[in-house]
């Protein structure tokens, strides 16, 4: 993250604080948890960590005086808004999952206004209505410009015919392991379709291991296009036909502005178990499929049946496409700026 922020070159400064993070996982009861020793001692070695992290974050907001703190949540977060609130600095936070983190739902009773990335029904059991404002989820322009042209652009650049069919499998910048074990149980069914090109980005963690394992694949090793990680992501999306994807907030901004049929495959292991959430929420709205890491371990085969069920559904690929992408706020980033505003000038 640092190094991204420091390719930008929009960011006036930089400041490194301590900050500590609260493990706990969904789905483990609290004997699972209070039998994790491991997890324990790191939960009191951070709760220090947050308390130095404080005190550094105190005297920067001192020097520095702002007028406004925004705080898009996150345990780093954690520590600078608890000092602006000492300081009465006003807060202003951003939650893009349809349940707030931890981090904003300890802030929220120092925050001047909540903007949230889902209409505010979404939070009416955290935040007050009042205070809430619906804002959408920032995400980059080049998701919100995608038309048939770009389509065609994008499989030139990955020497993909403009009639074959491309399927995107996308598990983060850490990768998701289920899913890619998932990806290899149904490899040899993809690559039977002679027309299927598959962009899998597997995760720099199992990046290398995933290459061996499919290093003999022969001829058809060309129509399997695998990436530890990219920041070319808005081409791989802009070039397939059907995306599988986590179920992070931003994932689903990014797919609703590029209107893409997709297959969210949620992480029910992460804190409050938002992603599963967010994928309940575009079910009930006919926006996308669903595929559990259950029915994964199951049956892995689901995947591969799911896709060419989708790729082979011209009608319902279309009504996919049309609600997720009626679901876009294209100018999200405009909004929190307002939000700010207000905040400042209350």
């Known amino acids: 993250m640092r190094k991204l922020i420091s390719e930008q070159g929009t960011i006036e400064k930089q400041y490194a604080i301590f900050a500590g993070k609260w493990r706990r996982y969904h789905g483990l009861g609290t004997f699972r948890h209070l039998g994790d020793i491991k997890t324990i001692v790191k939960n009191i070695r951070d709760i220090f960590l947050l308390f130095i992290g404080f005190w550094q974050s105190f005297f920067i907001l001192l020097s520095w005086r702002p007028a406004v703190v925004f705080v898009k949540g996150g345990y780093v977060g954690l520590p600078v808004g608890l000092a602006a609130a000492l300081l009465r600095v006003p807060i202003v936070t951003h939650d893009s999952d349809s349940i707030p983190g931890l981090t904003n739902r300890i802030l929220s009773r120092f925050t001047k206004l909540m903007a949230v990335g889902l209409p505010v029904e979404f939070y009416e059991h955290y935040y007050p209505k009042s205070k809430t404002r619906f804002t959408g989820t920032p995400i980059r322009p080049e998701f919100l410009n995608m038309n048939s042209q770009t389509k065609i652009t994008a499989r030139e650049q990955l020497d993909v015919k403009e009639n074959d069919k491309v399927v995107a499998i996308i598990g983060g910048s850490l990768g998701a392991i289920r899913l890619n074990e998932a990806v290899l149980d149904n490899l040899s069914k993809f690559l039977s379709d002679p027309s299927l090109h598959l962009l899998w980005v597997v995760g720099n963690r199992q990046y290398n291991e995933l290459q061996k394992r499919v290093e003999n694949l022969g001829a058809d090793r060309y129509r399997l296009h695998i990436y530890p990680f990219t920041l070319e992501l808005d081409r791989l999306v802009a070039a397939a036909d059907v995306v599988v994807s986590r179920a992070g907030a931003t994932s689903i901004a990014e797919l609703a502005a590029a209107k893409k049929p997709t297959i969210l495959v949620p992480n029910p292991y992460l804190a409050g178990g938002h992603q599963l959430v967010n994928a309940e929420s575009l ?64």
Do not use: C, G, W
């Not at 499929?289 to 989708?310: H, K, Y």
């Open 283 to 346: 079910t009930s709205a006919e926006a996308a499929l669903v595929i559990t890491e259950d029915q994964l371990l199951a049956n892995p085969l689901v995947l591969s049946e799911e896709i060419f069920m989708l790729l082979d559904d011209q009608s319902l690929k279309n009504k996919l496409a049309y609600n997720i992408h009626s679901l876009t706020i294209s100018n999200a980033a405009t909004r929190i700026v307002t939000v700010i505003h207000e905040a400042v000038n209350k």
